[in-house]
């Protein structure tokens, strides 16, 4: 029975690690109606970014507290210098965001020669109840992901900046009469997901060693969890994620894993097909 | 960017530092002529590698040792008084670009030989360029999955009867593991590596309880992992290659696989790929090569101790497992053919000397080409990875002198 346990818990970290990374993808999506491409190479900055701070001598631990300021900074700065230029044009948008990645992924793979890179895990070993062992750091991840699951939630709904991100989103041009500073706010929403995606970078990479394709190994994925909960809504993402790393994790129980891939697609899109507007619709436009 | 592009010692210098940094443009291709170049009629050597891309770790180590080795040759006297001339050109991890590229080699360069490629793709891609339409004969270094039997396409890395035919028996025999798993990548290589390795495993008394193909970025395996409990494996024998290998491997340890008395191998991890996991996971880790850096003969060591004097500090080891045993081994055999020819380049001449090529030493020793058959017989090791202080190592368990390829 042990292994079961074990088994369901390393599927419930991997759905962790889903949300993680679409949380910000999501919420730059939601919020801003950006498609950010360069997404999976922020997670990579995140990590990338760990690896610097352990190959300094420094504590994993600092690398893990820095990935999401050094992120928000160069979020900060990627909206102010190219990312605002886009608003208007979402597909450009596309584009653009695609063409930064892809200079931040081959500078990446410059700087590690095209390696790939172990990155031990801060918390090693194992967390033992009820006699099962399980991973102490896919248990910090469970646990880190739920709590920021909550906090940005409260955040968004619950405090003043977050209404007026939220009122942002739905009207603009009645936000700014209101005297709110919309570019102010989409710079720090955009930084906020950038963030995200630096700490979800730093938080999985001990699990899967650093190289400059980490973040597009789930981008693809990542996308399809915010097409599946719906864009606008900031729990929308958070289920499609969960619902695609359910999928993606499970589904070579049933099937031989070569078809789990493409089957997670199908199955999406059948849902997609019958709830086009993703699981959750509240909220939206 | 078609100009002849003829470098000095310091560019080049400067060249393969980027190029050691992964950072070498595609396109221009390089060319490194020897000093006095002119004294003497060159024989031109064209390499076609990874130097950027998905596999670039491979080909800059393919590169730096194809340097190494002619600067060895030329610093000699050349092969009979002739200098050899290098020739580059990126295939970019990708046979689209490659066949261009490997145009380039043959048909501007004019080279008279072409040593490179590392997947299987790869060389599938650029073999009829060389050795059909461009006449050309071909080296390929690599380990591989066996079966290639083009004439004028020499292999120098081992084939799978080289990898399995004592590894599998010891794992069965001598550390007393019966049940195997086979989880691979799904690509050519291990599906042509487990059939032959299924049939060692059976033959030497051992069961396969199952194998399975994950696609090449596969992130979560709990699913495996369960079958690998379920069906009471002993003994994983691994063909995942990064970077869906280092998760998979990740939850093989957490699950306690090893702590429980199971055993992981791997035919195709040398010391560069140790350091993609941490050091526990590795520990214990059975692995046959041709070549590993403990190997105790004289000759392996001072190689070593000239690569690092030629790239001190270089991200790009000389091992054995991303094709760089064979680039030194098909560089060897081929100045041992023209030796034999008394310098007659053409094809025909070279590849007849070649079919019987012969080298006293090497990395891990000397080999010795199978005539007829297109591949060689070489020394193979059994390596245990072994863990002091969190720094990996491999201990040669067993060695076979002269282990023949059976292809062809």
Known sequence: MGIEVKLAFDLLAFISVMVLIVLGLGIIASMMGIFNFAHGEFVLLGAYTVYLFESNGLSAW????????????LGLLLERFIIRRFYAAPIIAMLGTYAIGLVIREIVRGLLGGHYKSIAEPLPGVITMFGVDFSAWRTFIVLTTICIIAATWLFLSRTSIGLQ??????????????????????AFTFAFGAALAGLAGALIVPLYQLSADIGTRFLVQAFLSVMLGGVGTFEGPVLGAAAVGGMAAGLPWLVIPVLADPLVFVIALVIVKFRPQGFITQGRL | MTEKLTIGRRRLMGASALGAAGWI?????????????????PIKMGIATDITGAIAPGGNANWQVAQFTVEQINKAG?????????????????????????????????????????????????????????????????????????????????????????????LIKTVGKKR??????????????????????????????????????????????????????????????PPGLQPFVKQLYESGFQKNGGVLSCVYYDENLLNYHPAQEMEGLYSCLDYFLSVDDPFSKQLQVDYAKKFPDTKYPFTAGSASTGMYRGIKFYEAAVKATNG??????????????????????????????????????????????????????????MVDPKEC
């Not at chain 2, 443009?25 to 390089?30: E, R």
């Not at chain 2, 083009?150 to 080289?162: F, I, R, V």
């Not at chain 2, 079919?355 to 005539?371: C, N, R, S, T």
């Not at chain 2, 059994?382 to 002198?401: F, L, M, N, P, W």
Request: hydrophobic content about 40%; aromatic content about 8%.
């Open chain 1, 62 to 73: 600092a690398g893990i507290v820095a990935a999401p300021v050094v992120l928000a900074l």
């Open chain 1, 165 to 186: 991100v939220r009122g942002s989103l739905e009207n603009p041009n009645l936000a700014r009469a209101c005297g709110i500073s919309t570019s102010k706010l989409y």
């Open chain 2, 25 to 41: 443009a595609g396109g221009g291709g390089w060319m490194l002529a020897p000093r006095g170049a002119l004294a003497a009629d």
């Open chain 2, 78 to 170: 050349g092969i009979g008084g002739r200098p050899i001339e290098l020739y580059l050109e990126d295939t970019a991890s990708d046979p689209k670009v490659a066949v261009g590229n490997v145009r380039k080699l043959i048909q501007e360069r004019k080279v008279n030989v072409v040593l490179g490629g590392i997947t299987s793709a790869m060389r599938q891609a650029i073999k009829d360029p060389i050795v059909n339409r461009g006449r050309t004969l071909y080296i390929y270094p690599q380990l591989y999955e066996g079966q290639e039997c083009t004439k004028h396409l020499y292999c120098t890395g081992p084939t799978p009867a080289q990898q399995c035919d004592k590894l599998i028996p010891y």
């Open chain 2, 180 to 241: 195997f798993a086979m989880p691979s990548a799904n690509y050519v290589w291990p599906q042509l590596l487990n059939k032959y390795a299924r049939k060692v495993i059976e033959a030497n008394g051992g069961e396969v309880v199952f194998e399975e193909y994950y696609p090449l970025d596969q992130a979560e395996y709990s699913a495996t992992i369960g079958k690998i409990r379920d069906g009471k494996v002993d003994c994983v024998f691994n063909t995942v290659i």
């Open chain 2, 344 to 401: 007659d380049l053409s094809r025909e001449a070279v590849s007849a000397a070649m079919d019987k090529a012969k080298i006293d030493q090497g990395p891990g020793g000397g080999a010795e080409m199978v005539p007829g058959k297109m591949h060689c017989k070489m020394n193979m090791y059994i390596a245990q990875c072994k863990v002091d202080a969190g720094k990996t190592r491999y201990d040669v368990i067993e060695s076979d002198k």
